[in-house]
């Protein structure tokens, strides 16, 4: 069960890191994932569970990193945000 519950853990964190995939091709690969995901749910073999855990996690790994997101957290990495917003200077008053 744990691998159950950990598999259901790592799609979601995928799913939310797609929403954020800056592609038109956005829904056809949340489809892939999710059909991916289905097919594979009822895998019963820990040898081939723990396989597809760690290709999943170093997937999420890359989508993050396509996305700019840091790889320890959810966050968006906002380098380009921030760059913009140190070169905008406020009228004064």
Known sequence: MAGRAEALSLFRRI????QRWPSIKKEAVKTEIRDEFRRNMGEANPQKMAKML????????????QCGMSSESSDINYMYDDALQRRYKPPSR
């Open 15 to 18: 799913m939310r890191t797609a």
């Open 54 to 65: 760690d290709e999943a996690r170093s997937g999420l790994q890359s989508l993050r990193q």
